[in-house]
T-cell receptor, first 113, second 112 residues
Framework: DVKVTQSSRYLVKRTGEKVFLECVQD?????MFWYRQDPGLGLRLIYF???????EKGDIPEGYSVSREKKERFSLILESASTNQTSMYLC????????????FGSGTRLTVV | QQQVKQSPQSLIVQKGGISIINCAYE??????FPWYQQFPGKGPALLIA?????SEKKEGRFTISFNKSAKQFSLHIMDSQPGDSATYFC???????????FGAGTTVTVRA
């Protein structure tokens, strides 16, 4: 079964800490995405990558950065965590080409205190 | 600004009833419209998708209806079951774009 694996299900971090969220996919997908999910706001795109070392900002990139050194791994970095970054973070991947659905990971619930 | 507007935010339906979720979009360049189902503690999973060359697509008890002129599409869950209780997201994208724009989600509760 194809998988998108997020390294942590739950994380608690302190304000100001640098936080790394890791995502690995085993489907050889070109495209990878980071979303955050908040009640009433749906899924909002933070960053995406369409190839190794390539990245583009999504709708809410402020306070975040990403890294994609290998095709299967896409990392989300919170440079200096703040309480308004408390959220559910979802990683997804998709095969390249037109259309097609995403495969999501199970999510990381991050709490910043 | 949300490119896809979804309603209602939540709904409760009796077992065997019909659940209906509606979505509207503005961008006429959108040409791929998937629905995702998310259970608590899980990531969303692709449920069913439609392209604008058809007005309806059915997979089992799940049907997407698409109205291109009104820029609306909806998900119908027929004979709703307690196992259908989940959050449902509509989404849309352009075929030359990597990104999906998601609706805000609808929490469906099916009472036994």
């Amino acid at each position: 079964d194809v998988k998108v694996t997020q390294s942590s299900r739950y994380l608690v971090k302190r304000t100001g800490e640098k936080v790394f969220l890791e995502c690995v996919q085993d489907m050889d997908h070109e495209n990878m995405f980071w979303y955050r999910q908040d009640p009433g706001l749906g899924l909002r795109l933070i960053y995406f990558s369409y190839d190794v070392k390539m990245k583009e900002k999504g709708d809410i990139p402020e306070g975040y950065s990403v890294s994609r050194e290998k095709k299967e791994r896409f990392s989300l970095i919170l440079e200096s965590a703040s309480t308004n970054q408390t959220s559910m973070y979802l990683c997804a991947s998709r095969s390249g080409g037109s259309g097609g659905g995403y495969t999501f990971g199970s999510g990381t619930r991050l709490t910043v205190v | 600004q949300q490119q896809v507007k979804q309603s209602p935010q939540s709904l409760i339906v009796q077992k065997g009833g019909i659940s209906i979720i509606n979505c509207a979009y503005e961008n006429t360049a959108f040409d791929y419209f998937p629905w995702y189902q998310q259970f608590p503690g899980k990531g969303p999973a692709l449920l069913i998708a439609i392209r604008p060359d058809v007005s309806e697509k059915k997979e089992g008890r799940f049907t997407i209806s698409f109205n291109k002129s009104a820029k609306q599409f909806s998900l119908h869950i027929m004979d709703s079951q307690p196992g259908d209780s989940a959050t449902y997201f509509c989404a849309a994208s352009k075929s030359n774009d990597y990104k999906l724009s998601f609706g805000a989600g609808t929490t469906v509760t099916v009472r036994a």
